[in-house]
Every structure is written in C-alpha cells, then in structure tokens.
C-alpha cells in the first residue's frame, strides 16, 4: 500500500509541475528579423529574483552556441518588468537564441537557477548576390558567356539595373549564326545565353535554331557532299565525274568514297540557313558516318560530350521545346554524379535517383564529382544539379542549406545557385530605432536610420504633439525631437515600412499590476487566437456542399495562444455568412492563456438555402489580434454534388446533435479544472499523514482495526 500511496504523490506532484505556468516570459513582437534591425523584447518575472536583471544576464547566441557581443539597453519598469531592446549586428542568415543567463530565485526554500531563451530567424538576403556585383565589369559581363548569362538571371529580381547590363551584353555580343560566344560558338555558352535570353522575354528564334542544329542528329537540316577536283569518283558506288566541283545531296549516314585522284572532299550541314562544314579533307579514298546518336558535343556537331548534351536539352526543355533523352539513358557512366544528376532530372530515372540517395556525403548534404567510393570532396557544380533533380525529396531543402554558404567563391556556381534556389530572395529596406523604449521621459530624440541605404516610405502612428509626420521618404538618418506633455497618458508610436514595423512604447507613469497580473506592452502576434478542429489542431477554412434542407449543429472552438489574457473577444461573420450561420454568443469578456471557448454554432436553421454563401468568421480583441476562417458552403437540391467537403470538414459537420447546447458553465474550458490534481495531492497528504499518527500495524487492514479498537 506504501508503494501505491508513493506511486499516487509521485503522478499528482508530476501533474501539478506540468501545468504551472512559465517562471519566465520573453515577449517579442515578431520571430522573423532582418539582420541590423532593432531587436525588442519584454521580460515578466513570474518569481522573485534574488537579485535585479542587468545586461550581464543578457546573451544573444548563434547556432554553433558562440556568444554574439551586442550592446544592450535595459529598462526596468518594476521589480518584476524590464523591457531591453539592441540593435542587430550584420549577421549571416540562421536561427538565434536571446537568453536571460543565470536568473537566481528561492522556491520552496531551494535555490532555483533559470536560464530561459527565445529563439528567432534572422533573414538576410544571401552574400552571393554583392559577390557577384562586385565581379561585374562595367560593361556588364563577367569572364565567360557562361557567367555572364547566368548572372543576369540571378540579380534579375534583386539588382535589375545589373541584370539589364548583363543582357545588354548577351544582346551586343551574339554571334551573326545566333549562338555565343561570337566567332567562336560552343553548347554550353550557348544553352546558358538560350536561358537567360528567354527569361527576359527576349526573340530566342536565331539561338534555338543554332542549338537545334549543333545537335548530332542526321534527319536535322540537310547535308551536303562537295567533291572538289577534276577526277571521277564513286560515292557508295555510284559514279560522279567531276570537271572542277560538285555538290551531292546526302540521304545516307554513311558515306565510302573512292576517287582515282586526291580530292578535296568536304561535308557541310545545312539547316534553316545556317551552313556549317562539318568535315573536310584531301584524300582519294574515304569513310564519313554522319553520327545520329542525338547527342550534343562542346562544339557544334562535335564528338558527344555527356554534360553539353545535358546542358543542351535542359535549355531546350526550359525554353518549350521537345527533347529527346535516348543518348543520355543509354551512355551514363555509373560513377559520375553529373550524368547520374542530369539523367534523373531530364527523365526522372529512379535508378539515377537511388544513385544519387546512397552516394550522397551526408554530413555535407552534397556530392563529389563521383561517387563516394571514389572521392568524398564535395563538388558545388555537380551538387546544384544533384539537389535540382531531387526537387520532390526530403533531400533538396537539406542540400540547399549546404549550397546557401557556397556563393562567394565561384561565378558560375554563385550564379546558379542563386537563379535556380533562391530566386525569391529580396532586397528589403533595414531600419534601426533609438530608442526602442521611452520610460518616463519629458523629452527625448527618436533616431529613424535607413541601414541599407534604399529609399523607404515609412508610416508613422503618433499623438500630434510628437510633431513627427505621418509619412516621408528615409535615405539615410532622420531625428525627431519629442516633447511629452506632462498631462499625456502613455501611448505608443507605431512605425511601418515595407512589410515590417516597430512599436516604441512611451511609458509617462508609474505601471501598475492589474487583477490579471502584468499587462505586456508588447502587443501579441495577430493571429493569437486560433480555431480549432475537433481533435484540437488548427482549423484554416470551411468548404462544403449540402442539401438545401441540411441543418449543421457544430461546436466553435477558439483557444488563446498567447502567454497572456486577452480581452473583449467579438466574433463578426461577413458576407452572405450571417443569412445560414447563427452563433450562440459573439463576445467574451476575456479567454485566458490557453484555454479554449466553446459554443454551439447552427448552419441553415430555417432548412432553405439554395445558393453560395461565403466570407469570413472573423475574431478581434482589445490587444489588436485578428484571426480569420474562411468559409464557403454551397447549398443545392442535386444529392450528387453532395460531400465534397475537406477531410478535416467531414468529421466537424457529421460531429453534431448529440450535445443540445453548452451551458454557461460549458462554453469554458476552464483552466480551474487543474487545481484538480492539487485536491488530489492535498487528499493523499491528508491520508499519509493519518497513516503515519497511526499505529505500525503490519498490514492495512490491521491498521484499520486499530482505528476501529479506538
């Protein structure tokens, strides 16, 4: 029984730790920052500190866990408030940790240490793109045709003006046949310049037709064989008597030619105008085979190289045009990644697949030039292509981690990389604040800098007696001088720009702990309060088709996910919603942190709806927050347009009449409930305590009798 009794206080004391709310809370205004902006964030102690918070507990912290100096700015507002605020420094892309390091206090007569963290994401716009700007020459271009095309494509979103000169370069600099680079054409310049080209929505007529025509394929164009003397010769055994020059159409792809003198005997290929000599020589006897393997070499119709006939197709098949990926599945070789990359991204070949899985260096996310039987030196090149092809898998996001830190050593890789993963990058407008927290000040300077020196609108929300506009253009630094008038109340200035804001919070009197504990001044995430399913996941829209005389009884449940109380929740339906939907309430007093509201919510009481009725169910409160559910429900008489709900809508409509309404008692989950399990303890103290007064009886039952003997 003293084990069970044990086993019982060990559950219940388990029970009530794992509901206690944070010791704690480290409020931010957002979890995605741009690096150099103004970090904010807010303390509340929900225990007694042994000592003050200073900026020696303070710590920003990378992902390898090194110690990122920084100068703080500390404000403390009461024993138990403090508000600090830094400026970012030029930090690479990641996740960071700001902790409270070393916090003392006394529980239960035990010394406590706590060293609780908020993690964030810092966002910045990768360093490939100035590597490349700072490669550019003034005439646009980089070392290669190659580069210059593929760097084009990468600053096309970020820096255009650069972009532009690149292309301008492309453009001024094709070859009269359309191909790249002039005067000395090859496949890969050429398949990169087709691409960008096409990107910039530029005529790709003359450049395709020259890639087209490189191709090894004989039933592309038309040939050519000259014979140039005064001989007589035999071309696969058909005689052809030459005074001086003669030209013989070709329809074979193999040629024996047999002259009783030395000629000079040359094969051209033609094909839309394009006419290139594809061999030539001085002989008397010959063997030509026009090569059909559909391959492309380095050069145009020169022997088959694996990568250029790559290269070659994907750039046809990007730009709209058919391919055909005979050469490439019949000659890959088995050790090497590009081929294996490119055949499994042109043909989507599981067995290339496979390769590329089991040869993958795993610690690296990447691959060498070959298998890793035989090296296991990452390769960039041959690993944008292996993760390119992987598009579908687990394994592309992995290696485009590993690619993100290799675009400042390599043109054409840096190029690729950026073009092909990250091309949704922008360059967004940095702005730092001074000071991010005024606390009971008569005047203060507020600095507005522009850290990156692109031309921002910014919006401001303040009193008038601020006297700082509503609006204007930042450049580099503005300085407002703000005079508080001694009768203000608190209020805040809110600053917006681009698609990121601050709120500076300007304290003018002494803050007081209301009934609900200490009120942030950090206004919580606008999407705080959630709706969910049955099975208490996110809900994010209603889509259903019923019959004009369904009538839905389903319970709205809507949970606070925030740290703190939010207050004066109102629910609004738009649209058409409010002529089938009916709520039992539309506004709560307040919804504690975690708890869940539920209400009965009734669709097409009146059993006569025909038609579309859509919009939203909107929830607002007092702290600014916003949550939307789109719903769209369809009503009709035609029973086989029926249940084409969403998988998680299905079982929220059927999931209904067995409950007839929450009572006022029912509409919370109240967080009371968990002062069950302290009952439970008090109870089992109250046994323990009984037992131990009593006399050491061998058994319980014994024990018992001698309560009864009493």
């Not at 090194?66 to 996740?95: A, M, R, W």
């Not at 050519?224 to 005064?230: D, E, P, Y």
């Not at 002989?283 to 380095?298: L, M, P, R, V």
Request: net charge negative; hydrophobic share 35%.
């Amino acid at each position: 029984m003293k084990r069970i009794l044990f086993l019982t206080l060990i559950l219940a004391i388990f029970l009530i730790s794992s509901v206690n709310a944070a010791n704690i809370d480290i409020i931010t205004p957002k979890d995605d920052y741009l690096a150099k902006e103004t970090f904010q964030a807010e303390i509340i102690l929900n225990i007694d500190s042994l000592s003050k918070i200073s900026t020696n507990n303070l710590k920003l912290i990378n992902e390898t866990n090194s110690i990122i100096p920084v100068q703080y700015f500390l404000e403390q507002l009461t024993n138990k408030h403090y508000f600090i605020y830094f400026n970012l420094p030029n930090i690479d892309q990641g996740i960071y940790k700001f902790q409270l390091d070393n916090i003392q206090y006394k529980l239960d007569n035990s010394l406590k240490i706590e060293s609780p963290f908020k993690e964030f994401n810092i966002k910045k716009l990768n360093p490939g793109f100035d590597y490349l700007l700072e490669n550019q020459n003034s005439d646009g271009s980089f070392n290669s045709i190659s580069e210059t095309a593929l760097a084009s494509l990468a600053l096309k979103n970020i820096y255009p003006s650069q972009a532009k000169k690149s292309l301008n370069y492309l453009e001024n600099n094709q070859d009269p046949l359309g191909c790249y680079p002039k005067g000395n054409c090859n496949i890969k310049d050429t398949s990169f310049a087709l691409l960008s080209l096409h990107n910039f929505n530029k005529d790709t007529t003359k450049i395709t037709n020259w890639l087209l025509g490189a191709q090894n394929n004989f039933d592309i164009g038309s040939w050519t064989l000259t014979l140039n003397s005064g001989s007589s010769c035999l071309v696969n055994n058909q005689n052809y008597q030459t005074s001086q020059s003669i030209d013989i159409n070709v329809n074979t792809e193999n040629l024996i030619i047999s002259c009783d003198a030395e000629t000079e005997i040359t094969l051209k290929h033609s094909f839309l105008g394009n006419v290139k000599t594809i061999q030539q020589l001085q002989a008397t006897e010959a063997n030509i085979t026009i090569d059909n393997s559909q391959c492309f070499g380095k050069n145009y119709k020169s022997e088959c190289d694996y990568e250029s006939t790559s290269l070659a197709l994907y750039s046809l098949k990007q730009t709209g045009n058919t391919i055909t990926t005979n050469y490439l599945q019949e000659n890959p070789s088995d050790t090497k990644t590009l081929d294996q990359a490119f055949l499994n991204l042109l043909n989507n070949n599981q067995y290339s697949k496979d390769w590329l899985e089991n040869n993958l260096i795993t610690n690296q996310n990447a691959w060498s030039l070959s298998s890793v039987s035989i090296s296991q030196t990452p390769d960039v090149y041959s690993t944008i292509f292996a993760t390119l092809s992987l598009k579908d898998t687990e394994q592309y996001e992995k290696s485009i981690k590993y690619l993100e830190k290799q675009t400042t050593n390599n043109i054409l890789n840096s190029a690729l990389i950026l073009h092909l993963f990250l091309a949704d990058q922008q360059k967004e407008p940095i702005i730092s604040i001074f000071p991010a927290f005024i606390n009971k000040k008569g005047s203060f300077d507020l600095i507005i800098k522009n850290e990156n020196n692109i031309p921002t609108l910014v919006k401001v929300n303040s009193p008038n007696f601020t006297n700082i506009p509503a609006s204007f253009t930042l450049e580099n630094t503005k300085v407002f001088s703000v005079n508080v008038p001694k009768t203000s109340k608190d209020f805040n200035i809110e600053i917006d720009y681009g698609n990121n804001s601050y709120s500076i919070s300007v304290i003018t009197g002494n803050l007081t702990q209301g009934s609900n504990g200490i009120k942030p001044l950090i206004q919580p995430p606008e999407n705080s309060i959630l709706i969910l399913t049955k099975d208490l996941s996110e809900k994010t829209s209603l889509i259903a088709t019923l019959l004009k005389e369904d009538e839905i009884t389903d319970d709205l449940r809507i949970k606070n996910n925030w740290d703190f109380i939010l207050n004066n929740i109102k629910i609004e339906l738009t649209g058409n919603l409010a002529e089938i939907i009916e709520l039992e309430k539309y506004n709560y007093n307040t919804i504690q942190p975690n708890e869940i509201l539920k209400q009965k919510i009734i669709i097409n009481k009146n059993k006569n709806s025909l038609g579309l009725f859509e919009g939203e169910l909107i929830i607002t409160t007092d702290e600014l927050t916003l949550t939307s559910l789109p719903i769209s429900l369809t009503f009709t008489e035609d029973e086989s347009k029926v249940d084409t709900l969403e998988d998680n809508d299905k079982d929220e409509i059927n999931e209904t009449e067995e409950d007839n309404g929450p009572t006022e008692d029912d509409d919370k989950i109240s967080p009371w409930i968990w002062l069950i399990p302290f009952f439970i303890l008090v109870t089992i103290g109250i046994i323990i305590f009984i037992y131990s007064r009593g006399p050491k009886n061998n058994t319980f039952n014994k024990y018992i009798e001698g309560i009864k003997k009493k």
